[in-house]
């Protein structure tokens, strides 16, 4: 990293084959996620994490990452840092989901309450659909990803 505060840019898609044997494998087939992330050399550090935050989801679901069919379902949201990153605080933290794949999305309520993030997505009549999440929380010095993740939990 050079020594001035310079602006990056990332992308990375990762896909996992349907695999046999186990029905928690046909789930979240495909995730892309892209980092936008300010950052600068530290000289007093042997080794510095990169500033890149990994979303998390807080999801109520079986074994087999599937939700019971309800609205007003609840997903926190949180972050972690690269190794050795410590994320900001969030100060934004979107959540869309989607029944075909990515083409038409449903923008979920997100609330924030004591420095905890939730998204609110409401699945009644949705039986049997497949959910594929896009999420973009941002934090406090601006870094930000978008992750979408392509069947993320089914509705039972």
């Given at each position: 990293m050079p020594?001035?505060?310079?602006?990056?840019?990332?992308?990375?898609?990762?896909?996992?084959?349907?695999?046999?044997?186990?029905?928690?494998?046909?789930?979240?087939?495909?995730?892309?996620?892209?980092?936008?992330?300010?950052?600068?050399?530290d000289e007093s550090v042997y080794s510095q994490g990169i500033p890149i935050l990994f979303p998390r989801y807080d999801l109520p679901e079986?074994?087999?990452?599937?939700?019971?069919?309800?609205d007003g379902r609840h997903i926190g949201r949180t972050v972690t840092g690269h190794a050795g990153h410590t994320p900001a605080t969030l100060t934004s933290a979107r959540l869309s989901y989607s029944?075909?794949?990515?083409?038409?999305?449903?923008?979920?309520r997100v609330s924030q309450q004591g420095g905890r993030w939730t998204a609110t997505a409401n699945h009644a009549g949705a039986t049997?659909?497949?959910?594929?999440?896009?999420?973009?929380?941002?934090?406090?010095?601006?870094?930000?990803?978008?992750?979408?993740?392509?069947?993320a939990y089914d509705v039972r």
């Open positions: 020594g001035t505060r310079t602006e990056y840019y990332s992308a990375g898609d990762a896909a996992r084959e349907r695999m046999t044997g186990s029905k928690v494998w046909a789930r979240s087939t495909s995730v892309n996620s892209v980092w936008e992330f300010t950052s600068k050399l079986d074994g087999l990452k599937a939700l019971a069919v309800t029944y075909d794949g990515g083409t038409t999305w449903t923008e979920a049997g659909e497949q959910v594929t999440l896009e999420t973009e929380p941002t934090d406090a010095r601006g870094d930000s990803v978008t992750q979408t993740v392509v069947r």
